[in-house]
């Protein structure tokens, strides 16, 4: 559900919940691996591997879309100005159009 919130508000940019969401991430796919590993080195592996990684699938797409999300958002951060310099930039375009009046 944080998810989902996050995306209905639009939430990405949030440095912790990029945090929280990224430790998510990890332990799902620890999970996800040790999972997998022990499936297939016990002494009946799974003989239908569609079926078994059919519902697995749904797991990897959400971890490929939490990280394809924040890493577009970490990046719209790294790209904004920061207010001073933004403000530093407004007032020397102010002076230049000054000086051509």
């Known amino acids: 559900t944080a998810v989902f919130f996050t995306s209905l508000l639009g939430y990405w ?20 691996l040790f999972y997998h590993y022990m499936e297939f080195t016990s002494h009946i592996p799974p003989e239908h591997l569609v079926p078994y990684f059919s519902a697995e699938g749904p ?4 971890i490929a879309l939490i990280i394809y999300n924040i890493y577009n958002n970490s990046n719209a ?12 930039e407004a007032k020397a375009k102010q002076k230049i159009q000054a000086k051509t009046f």
């Not at 951060?77 to 530093?88: E, G, H, L, M, Y």
């Open 77 to 88: 951060i790294a790209a904004v100005p920061s207010t001073a310099q933004s403000t530093q």
């Open 13 to 32: 940019k949030n440095r912790i919940l990029q945090i929280v969401f990224l430790m998510f991430v990890g332990a799902k796919l620890n999970a996800l």
């Open 59 to 62: 797991y990897l797409v959400s």
